[in-house]
């Protein structure tokens, strides 16, 4: 029913990854987040003034679902997205074989717990916790076992503000599913207890707001999935269905949903097949703004290339900004640098012409920035960045050679002069020209007035 993806030429390195964004033609677009590999599952976690976007992913080429690791993406701004890498695998599952399908993370007590859907070693779904003691992990598997092992897929958790009780739902094709999870959030108490809810399928999202339990889901939507919700007094339900919160619309049979608030507004994140290639099992994660009605309903929403609008900007003077925070990007992709454990992430696989998008980035009043410090390493000289404002092929502030620094992962820091318009607020796109390098960092200097 649906067009399978064509398997892209892998670059020739020995990560995770493909080229993928380098035949993306709306380079101005911001939705889907992620250009560099196909993401899933969208769950967000607003936490420390930061929304942490935690993502499944498609391998490229997959003619069903292939998916074997889980990533993290965090954003202070809605549109410049920083790439932490693989953050949980199937390999530390023991008891796990095959899909690492759709999961959520949440907060109790300063630990972190990350609850996901596998096939086990001996057959069928279950879900299982990893824990850790930083929302960035390393997360590690906290039972050494299944925590649920009755072939359920999909958890949402969620902790009641009235009396500190967490509840996790899950479910595929039936009821939603749901349990009271104890204090310790590795274990649970009372029976499992099936719910009714209107055409529900799978990737339940449980959330509280204003004294209203929110359960959105993937229902039946006609060909493909749409979203729906339903809502309760309770967070046990009954659940009262509320209506269609997005209509099946693009390339991806499955759709799911993740929702937060963050600085004052509301986030619908879901999936698509918007990328090159993009279908079933090629989904690309989004993100649309959206304003909850007055009598507290969903409006319904449409998917969108432009995705959310930009809170605030970025500032480029003040730290380091890592070069794998991104608004777009095209060709390249990212890579650990030693442990997998995304606290090394780095821009490779650059080619000729491949290019990062930076939005909004405020250079402040003229005179601007003087100059700009890359951190950059290259096996062989012959590279430049080009950074230019306003469109990838906009007005070039600076030209930055990469000569060779000792290896792929000898790093240097290369200073050049800016000129010519680093003012006021811009979009920076790091234009990248020859190939054989790799970038880190950028951190720009201010001009003396
Ligand atoms: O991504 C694999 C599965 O597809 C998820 O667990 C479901 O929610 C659906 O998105």
């Known amino acids: 029913m649906f067009s399978l993806t064509k398997p ?3 670059k020739g390195i020995a990560i995770a990854g493909v080229l993928l964004g380098s035949i993306i033609n709306t380079a101005l677009a911001d939705n889907p987040i992620i250009q560099t590999l196909y993401s899933t599952d969208p769950a967000p976690f607003v936490y420390n003034n930061t929304v942490y976007l935690f993502t499944g992913h498609d391998e490229t080429g997959a003619r069903n679902y292939d998916m074997r690791d889980w990533r993290l993406y965090s954003s202070t701004d809605m549109v410049n997205w920083r790439d ?4 949980l695998s199937l390999k530390n599952f023991s008891w796990a074989k095959a899909d690492a399908w759709a999961a959520q993370v949440i907060e109790r007590d300063g630990k972190f717990y990350y609850y996901v859907t596998v096939t086990k070693s001996s057959g069928g779904y279950a879900i299982g916790v990893a824990v850790s003691d930083k929302v960035t992990g390393p997360y590690k598997d906290a039972l050494g076992k299944q925590l649920l092992s009755n072939n359920g897929i999909d958890p949402t958790v969620w902790i009641d503000d009235s ?3 967490a509840y996790m739902y899950w479910g595929h094709n039936g009821p939603a599913y749901y349990v009271k999870l104890n204090r310790d959030m590795i274990s649970y108490s009372g029976s499992i207890v099936g719910t009714t809810v209107q055409n529900f399928i799978e990737g339940p999202w449980l959330h509280k707001r204003n004294g209203t339990w929110y359960l959105t889901y993937a229902g039946s939507g006609g060909s493909n999935e749409d979203i729906k919700y339903a809502t309760s007094t309770q967070p046990t339900g009954p659940w009262t269905y509320r209506g269609q919160v997005m209509a099946p619309q693009g390339r991806s049979f499955t759709n799911h949903a993740g929702i937060v608030d963050y600085k004052g507004s509301s986030y619908f994140f879901y999936h698509n097949g918007a990328l090159p290639n993009g279908g079933t099992y090629a ?3 989004c993100v649309e703004k959206f304003s909850y009605n007055p009598d507290g309903t969903i409006p319904k929403l ?9 809170i605030g900007t ?3 003077y003040s730290q380091p900004v890592e070069a794998e925070t991104m608004a777009f990007s095209s060709g390249l992709i990212t890579a650990a640098k030693i442990d997998g454990t995304g606290g090394g992430i ?3 696989s650059i080619s000729q012409n491949d290019y990062i998008k930076v939005k909004g980035v405020d250079f402040g009043t003229a005179p601007g920035a003087a100059s700009v410090d890359l951190r950059v390493a290259a096996a062989a000289s012959g590279g430049k960045i080009e950074l230019r404002v306003g469109s990838q092929s906009g007005t070039v502030i600076a030209t930055c050679a990469v000569d060779a620094t000792g290896g792929a992962q000898t790093w240097k820091t290369v200073s050049c002069p800016v000129s010519g318009g680093a003012t006021g607020k811009q979009d920076l796109f790091f234009k990248f020209q020859g190939s054989n390098y790799n970038f880190d960092w950028w951190q720009f200097k201010r001009a003396v007035a």
Do not use: E, F, K
């Open 8 to 10: 892209i030429m892998l």
């Open 84 to 87: 932490h890498g693989v953050i």
């Open 163 to 165: 009396d500190g009780q």
């Open 283 to 285: 989904r690309s994660v």
């Open 302 to 310: 449409t998917m969108t290339d432009a995705g959310a609008p930009q």
């Open 314 to 316: 970025l500032d480029p």
């Open 346 to 348: 780095y821009v490779t």
